[in-house]
């Protein structure tokens, strides 16, 4: 089978992509408003972009009338942002944040999560979260329906029990991934393959 692109809807085009890239990682960020109030939301448009220096890319929809969401919003006004990997502990609460919550109510107190200063930035932090990443931005890419950001990483948070020899360990941070639509997924079978050398001879 072989489908155009053109020939289906945006909707269309929507339900192949989730439904194919998966699973995907997601980014839960945090941002501060002009009033300074803290907005949460996951984004599971996410991903490395580079390792030298460390960047990071998400992916935010915008309003059916054209206008950014206040993620984008505030990212542009401020430069700043925090991502969060979002794992089985926290995910019911980082759900809750997609609330379509209105403009100055905070989805951090809504799902009843706690905010800590964060260590280089003015944005906070999500205390329940074992990895988070303070992020300066880099480059906005205006996509016409949606805006990409791309942060370059400042500071590292870790929880102590995750960090062995300088990697994470998977099995205690247990990240959660998205699916196609309301599924999400958790780490099952894992097994390791070595990258093949070539041989001149």
Same mark, same amino acid.
């Given at each position: 089978? $072989? ?16 439904? =194919? ?9 945090? =941002? ?10 996951? $984004? =599971? ?33 401020? %430069? ?16 809750? *944040?997609?609330?379509? @919550?209105?403009?100055?109510? +905070?989805?951090? =107190? ?34 016409? *329906? +949606? ?6 990483? !400042?500071?590292?948070?870790? &929880?102590? &029990? !995750? ?8 099995? %205690?941070?247990?990240?959660? +991934?998205?699916?196609?639509? @309301?599924?999400?997924? *958790? ?15």
């Amino acid at each position: 089978m $072989f489908i155009r692109a053109e020939t289906q809807t945006v909707h269309d085009n929507y339900k192949l992509l989730i439904g =194919s890239i998966v699973p995907r990682p997601i980014a839960f960020v945090t =941002s501060i408003d002009e009033e300074g109030i803290v907005n949460a939301a996951p $984004f =599971s448009f996410f991903n490395i972009v580079n390792n030298d220096p460390p960047m990071i890319m998400f992916s935010c929809n915008r309003l059916p009338n054209g206008e950014m969401k206040g993620t984008s919003r505030n990212i542009l006004s401020h %430069k700043e942002f925090v991502v969060h990997i979002v794992d089985e502990d926290n995910i019911e609460a980082i759900n809750y *944040t997609s609330i379509n @919550a209105p403009h100055g109510i +905070s989805e951090i =107190s809504l799902a009843g999560l706690t905010t800590v200063p964060a260590q280089e930035i003015k944005v906070p932090r999500v205390q329940e979260c074992k990895i988070a990443m303070e992020c300066r931005l880099v480059q906005h890419v205006d996509l016409g *329906t +949606s805006d990409m950001i791309i942060g370059e990483v !400042l500071v590292f948070y870790i &929880e102590d &029990e !995750l960090y062995e020899n300088g990697r994470i360990n998977i099995d %205690k941070l247990k990240p959660v +991934s998205r699916l196609a639509g @309301a599924t999400y997924g *958790t780490i099952g079978r894992t097994f390791d393959r070595a990258r093949p050398l070539y041989d001149s001879k």
